[in-house]
């Protein structure tokens, strides 16, 4: 391999992880992947062939662009919901391909039915509606005009679902703002279908909300960042495993593991600074490693002077500025490390673990973001 770092998937931790969130469902509540922003950084392509492996058979992405990607990774027939952007054109190709999509503003709906009528293919939507979060969705007063125009065109509309999304499911500070949603959310529906609008499924739950609001599972959960090991937020964790009696037992296995190597090894003297600049300077003759693996590969920068990295096993820390391409680590209470030693900046080896979140703290970015900042050319190896 010529890349100075790649990053590990696991298959049994995605599989385990899958079948944990299976088991949450509510009645015949269906799991939808979501695998948007490049699979949370994981890479669209080796993750959809791995849930495939795992039985997941129902992916969520935001774009047409990342649809595709699905398809070009799946093996199987898998189902793929575009929940946001589709420009006209890729309208037609999400028609002619049986692609799913929301659609949350009446030009939209025109622009599906008209494309529809020209191909003779129904197209495949999901109405989703504005019920407090104040992003994509009809809002209420649409909703006569919506409910005429879709039994106008009946034969060039197949309504799959009907939608919301939550605004921060994750946070008990948001709980009221969520109560005005579901409350929304199930009077709008009520109303659509008093209109006679039937629809095959309807859905409002990311993973936070399947775990706070199981009475909003319907008949499908978008699952994200859990599948990749990841819960929400920590007040998610600590509400089920303390309702579980098993606090702090986390059934979740992360996927991602994120690797480099020594490419040097260094001496260096008591009062000699290290790397550009004086942000460090060495109080002790001590031994410097050189990790090729820096803020151009998504290694943030407030890593310098804080960054934690496992070699052999054991935590080295990220001494002076992270470079573009190289961190310098202090390897001095290490036993030997030679040239070539695997180092872990996520993951574990052995006890030792070097988690997203320590991570995202010290870089100040959350799960979420720190993932999908990871560079798409990082190879990725599915263990
Ligand atoms: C991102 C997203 C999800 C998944 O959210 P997680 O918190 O990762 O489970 C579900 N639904 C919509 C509309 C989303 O944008």
Redesign the pocket.
């Known amino acids: 391999m010529f890349n100075s770092t790649y990053i590990e998937l696991s298959q049994t931790a995605l599989a385990n992880n899958i079948s944990f969130l299976r088991k949450q469902l509510k009645g015949n509540a269906r799991l939808s992947f979501?695998a948007?922003g490049n699979a949370y950084g994981h890479g669209i392509k080796p993750i959809v062939s791995m849930a495939e492996k795992a039985g997941v058979d129902h992916f969520?992405v935001y774009s047409a662009e990342e649809a595709e990607q699905v398809y070009a990774a799946s093996k199987a027939h898998p189902t793929v919901l575009v929940?946001g952007y589709l420009s006209d054109a890729a309208v037609e190709w999400a028609i002619e391909k049986g692609v799913e999509f929301f659609v949350f503003e009446f030009k939209r709906l025109e622009k599906a039915v008209q494309i529809a009528k020209r191909l003779n293919i129904p197209a495949k939507i999901h109405l989703e509606l504005e019920t407090g979060m104040n992003r994509t969705g009809f809002q209420v007063e649409e909703l006569p005009q919506v409910v005429e125009f879709v039994k106008k065109n009946a034969g060039y509309i197949e309504l799959v679902g009907c939608c919301t999304?939550f605004a921060g499911a994750e946070s008990i500070s948001n709980y009221l703002r969520i109560q005005k949603q579901k409350r929304a959310f199930k009077k709008y529906l009520k109303y659509l279908q008093q209109q006679d609008l039937q629809f095959e499924q309807i859905h409002a739950c990311?993973?936070?909300a399947a775990f706070r609001y199981p009475d909003m599972h319907f008949d499908l959960v978008?699952?994200?960042?859990?599948n990749y090991g990841y819960w929400?937020s920590e007040e998610i964790f600590i509400e089920y495993s303390s309702k579980k009696k098993k606090l702090g037992q986390d059934p979740l296995k992360r996927v991602i593991s994120w690797k480099s190597s020594v490419m040097s090894l260094k001496k260096v003297e008591k009062g000699d600074f290290i790397g550009y600049g004086t942000s460090y300077q060495a109080s002790e003759n001590i031994e410097i490693a050189l990790v090729p693996v820096g803020y151009g590969y998504g290694y943030s920068r407030n890593l310098s002077n804080t960054g934690r990295v496992l070699i052999n096993g054991k935590r080295a820390g990220v001494i002076g500025i992270v470079n573009m391409n190289c961190i310098a680590v202090n390897i001095n209470n290490l036993e030997t490390v030679k040239i070539g030693d695997e180092v872990t900046l996520i993951g574990g080896e052995g006890d030792q673990q070097i988690s997203v979140a320590s991570f995202s703290k010290f870089s100040d970015q959350l799960n979420?973001e720190l993932l999908t900042r990871l560079p798409h050319n990082i190879p990725r190896l599915i263990k």
């Open positions: 979501v948007k969520s929940m999304h990311c993973s936070a978008r699952f994200g960042i859990m929400p979420y």
